[in-house]
């Protein structure tokens, strides 16, 4: 069965420090690969996406990612956090071919950045 | 980018009455909305896949006749939970793909609360 595993449920850092988020899935077929950001109480907003092309993927608020085939990892980045960086993020997979695209969520990462 | 716009963004209903949530894609046309829901602290759980002019597909577990979803138009899908009960209480959120690409557009969150 396809799985989307984020390996911390909270990430604690102080501002202006680097962050990275870290995200593995599992598939034996072709992927396409999301970051979403949820602030309190509000829905999800993409912040990259991964389709096809340069495994580097650069995002809004700049966050960037990186697909590791190999690895099957899709881990996120930033080089220096801001205290309104903090938020639940969530890594997704939605599997091409697939019956509708369904996405598979990760259970979240909750990023609290610190003064 | 595309809006879906996600109404009420809060409810509160007494146990035993039915609520409707309301998601509406503002600016394309969505043949396809997905429903989530999600529980405290935890991922989003996919319910049902509705696509305009057809059936719901319900995922394993979601009780199809508790959760009404139509999809009457291509810009709109909704969410009736019917005879609702404190366990029903949840963050409930829809999406809307625009294309075959996969990439899918959020609603702001219903958060429901069941008396």
């Known amino acids: 069965a396809q799985s989307v595993t984020q390996l911390d449920s909270q990430v604690p850092v102080f501002e202006e420090a680097p962050v990275e988020l870290r995200c593995n899935y599992s598939s034996s077929v072709s992927v396409y690969l999301f970051w979403y950001v949820q602030y309190p109480n509000q829905g999800l907003q993409l912040l990259l996406k991964y389709l096809s092309g340069s495994t580097l993927v650069k995002g809004i608020n700049g966050f960037e990612a990186e697909f590791n085939k190999s690895q099957t990892s899709f881990h996120l980045r930033k080089p220096s956090v801001h205290i309104s960086d903090t938020a639940e993020y969530f890594c997704?997979?939605?599997?091409?071919?697939?019956?509708?695209?369904?996405?598979?969520f990760g259970k979240g990462t909750k990023l609290s950045v610190k003064p | 980018g595309a809006v879906v716009s996600q109404h009420p963004s809060w409810v509160i209903c007494k146990s035993g009455t039915s609520v409707k949530i309301e998601c509406r894609s503002l600016d394309f046309q969505a043949t396809t909305m997905f429903w989530y829901r999600q529980f405290p602290k935890q991922s989003l759980m996919l319910m049902a896949t509705?696509?305009?002019?057809?059936?719901?597909?319900?995922e394993q577990g979601v009780e199809k006749d508790k959760f009404l979803i139509n999809h009457a138009s291509l810009t709109l899908s909704t969410l009736t939970v019917t005879s609702a009960h404190p366990e029903d209480s949840s963050f409930y959120i829809c999406?809307?793909?625009?294309?075959?690409?996969?990439?899918?557009?959020f609603g702001q969150g219903t958060r429901l609360t069941v008396v």
């Open positions: 999406s809307a793909r625009v294309s075959r690409d996969n990439e899918a557009f």
């Open positions: 997704a997979v939605s599997y091409y071919g697939g019956s509708q695209g369904n996405l598979i």
């Open positions: 509705s696509n305009e002019g057809s059936k719901a597909t319900y």
